[in-house]
């Protein structure tokens, strides 16, 4: 349980800065973390895939990660809302440290209350959308509000569709997911992320199985909610968008922090070889 | 189930009471002669004499054992879907007991020959009700049950009671035979419904765990509903299996369909009844083809329009069809 009084700040001020959205950025980022990643160390079998990773994202704060395929984005990212399990190191979320049972190979969380506390806070966009299949488009918006959030549903689907409208797919509320294009499923899942109203989301790839095109829909989305004084992660391999979004760029290399700073300080003067290399590798693609 | 079966007895209270007003009740529960001009068989025409045969109280009883065949199939294929699905989620305990047990069920029908499940299992059920009322009613009675070979209670354990008419005696052999259905055709089910559970894509319920659901609404939310997608196909499958079993009935002692078909359309002379024939089996038997051939196609088309609902807008080859349209 560490820095509880100041967490609790944050908290508050992240509720303030979701309902309203206009609030300046500038001013947001002044407050603590409200989401932060401590030391974090993860096995797989032998396999260690972070190697005591440490990223901290203030309110409003936006942090791209990047990274060649399997230095462990994902991992990280996944870590943050405990879809796995760190064997080692601290996940705070809004001041509130994770407590664990258990040592080693076998740490658990102790409580799944909180780590679903943690979640219903910390939307997840996935790169593959993962819009549940058998529910329309606006049913996937309203499920977790209702479910877990215990909204009523007239209330839900009138928020559901604002969103919807919001991310440019007012007019497929009663499609079902199968039935989109790519951009428009990821659009879909971002309202889904929305919806939970929640303290940061997390980014995982989000544009990497869509064509160019179908890419800028999802961009522009995610550039609206950056100047909306979000605070998100994002796992990117697209510098511009990492450039023009990001406050933070962290340059992720087999499960190190490599290199870390303000986009303009990583990318225009990159000090690590690794770094150099990954940049001139994706230059082409970007 | 208590449901279902008390339905089943509530509707033959009323056709008791319905025709016993009449004053005609045969031997056969509640059976009339329908049409007066019937009293003298040898006076009729070809087509009132067709009239009056097919209206014959043997006749009736194969109408009944008809009803009997589709009141069978209602009550068992919801109670074996609700079996199959606790068997399924049995598998899927955290109790190391429980899943055990869902893994018992399904694999001992798997391994065991239907046939000697349907002899099997109404025998222990009755003699298990039996020998637990036998220790509760009469417990003057400190013997053994097994005398011999044979399995003895007292008159107040038996079931149903000795004095009991003979429809109580028939409901009860009925309801014995609908749980061996069940528990069979639910084994089969939980099969079906556990192989549809493992096919829904790990992804779908892992999203529902990031967005903060918890595991039964996970289960009861997302990975139930989905598994339906997959599990349609094959439990279309054990449904016609199932119509197709029903004339197993007749092993259990519940007089169906096939007995009736057989027993009618054998060569009557005239010593023994009013309405002499030759051996009329095959018209009899052809009747049979064609009600089940027309039972399973009628299934057939209900469970197409069933599974299209089910998989509508969704990215399997079914749900194509339904305006994806790209
Ligand atoms: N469930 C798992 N079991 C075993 N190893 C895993 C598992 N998940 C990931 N890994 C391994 O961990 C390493 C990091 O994987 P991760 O998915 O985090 O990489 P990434 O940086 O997201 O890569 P990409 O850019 O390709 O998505 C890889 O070597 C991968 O093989
Ligand atoms: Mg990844």
Same mark, same amino acid.
């Given at each position: 349980m560490a820095d509880t009084g100041a967490g609790q700040q944050a908290g508050n001020t992240q509720a303030g800065n979701t309902n309203g959205a206009k609030q300046s950025a500038a001013v947001a980022k002044n407050g603590a973390a409200v989401l932060e990643l401590r030391d974090i160390h993860k096995?797989? /079998?032998?396999? #260690?895939?972070l190697k005591g990773v440490s990223v901290a994202a203030r309110a409003g704060e936006v942090i791209a990660l990047i990274g060649s395929s399997g230095s462990g984005k994902s991992t990280l990212l996944r870590c943050a809302n405990l879809l796995e399990i760190p064997q080692q190191g601290d996940v705070i979320f809004q001041g509130k440290a994770i407590e664990?049972?258990?040592? /080693?190979? /076998?740490?658990?969380?102790?409580? #799944? @209350?909180? @780590?679903? /506390? @943690?979640?219903?806070h910390?939307?997840?966009?996935?790169?593959q959308f993962n819009l549940w299949a058998h529910l329309s488009v606006l049913q996937n918006v309203t499920e977790a509000p209702i479910t877990v959030l215990g909204q009523d549903r007239s209330e839900a689907e009138e928020k559901g569709r604002a969103l919807l409208a919001k991310v440019g797919i007012g007019d497929k509320c009663d499609a079902y997911p199968a039935q989109l294009s790519g951009g428009q499923q990821q659009r879909a899942a971002i309202a889904r992320a929305l919806a939970m109203e929640p303290a940061a989301m997390l980014f995982d790839e989000p544009t990497s199985a869509l064509d160019p095109e179908l890419e800028q829909e999802v961009i522009k989305v995610i550039k609206d909610l950056a100047a909306e004084g979000r605070t998100m992660i994002i796992v990117t391999h697209d510098m511009s968008l990492a450039r023009d979004v990001a406050d933070q760029v962290i340059f992720l290399h087999q499960g190190v922090i490599e290199e870390q700073g303000a986009p303009a300080e990583v990318f225009g003067n990159p000090k690590s070889d690794r770094l150099r290399q990954f940049l001139l590798s994706t230059s082409v693609a970007a | 189930m208590t449901a279902g079966l008390t339905a089943g007895l509530m509707s033959i209270d009323l056709m008791t !009471? $319905?025709?016993? !007003?009449?004053?005609?009740? !045969?031997?056969? *529960?509640?059976?009339?002669?329908?049409?007066e001009y019937c009293a003298d068989p040898d006076s009729l025409s070809s087509l009132s004499w067709l009239s009056c045969y097919l209206t014959t109280v043997k006749h009736q009883s194969l109408y009944w054992s008809i009803l009997t065949v589709l009141i069978l199939l209602a009550v068992t294929a919801p109670m074996a879907v609700g079996l199959g699905l606790a068997g399924a989620l049995a598998r899927r305990s955290p109790f190391g007991a429980v899943?055990?047990?869902?893994?018992g069920y399904t694999s001992m029908v798997r391994g065991i020959p239907d046939l000697i499940f349907f002899l099997f299992v109404p025998l222990a059920i009755d003699q298990m009700l039996e020998y637990i009322r036998h220790r509760v009613l009469c417990p003057q009675e400190t013997g053994p049950v097994w005398v011999g070979h044979d399995f003895v209670v007292c008159d107040a354990a038996k079931l149903p009671l000795g004095p009991s008419p003979e429809w109580v005696h028939d409901? *009860? $052999?009925?309801?014995?035979a609908v749980l061996a259905f069940s528990i069979v055709?639910?084994?089969?089910?939980?099969n079906v419904i556990h192989g549809a559970m493992n096919a829904v894509p790990r992804a779908q319920l892992e999203t529902a765990r990031a967005y903060g659901l918890s595991p039964r609404q996970v289960m009861f939310r997302i990975h139930l509903?989905? !598994?339906?997608? *997959?599990?349609?196909?094959?439990?279309?499958?054990?449904w016609m299996i199932l119509i197709k079993a029903t004339p197993l009935l007749f092993l259990m002692g519940v007089e169906d369909i096939v007995y009736w078909a057989k027993e009618l359309g054998g060569s009557k002379s005239a010593r023994f009844s009013d309405f002499p024939h030759g051996d009329w089996r095959i018209y009899y038997f052809s009747g049979l083809l064609v009600f089940y051939l027309l039972f399973t196609w009628f299934s057939q088309i209900g469970l197409k329009r069933l599974t299209d609902r089910v998989s509508r807008g969704q990215a399997t080859l079914a749900g194509g069809k339904g305006g994806l349209g790209r």
């Open positions: 096995y797989f /079998g032998d396999l #260690e895939v664990w049972r258990a040592k /080693g190979a /076998g740490r658990q969380p102790a409580s #799944e @209350v909180q @780590v679903r /506390g @943690v979640r219903t910390l939307s997840m966009v996935f790169q | !009471t $319905g025709l016993s !007003t009449s004053g005609l009740l !045969t031997n056969r *529960y509640w059976f009339k002669v329908l049409f899943r055990g047990l869902g893994w409901i *009860y $052999g009925f309801m014995l055709f639910g084994a089969f089910c939980a509903p989905q !598994t339906w997608i *997959y599990a349609l196909p094959g439990l279309s499958n054990v």
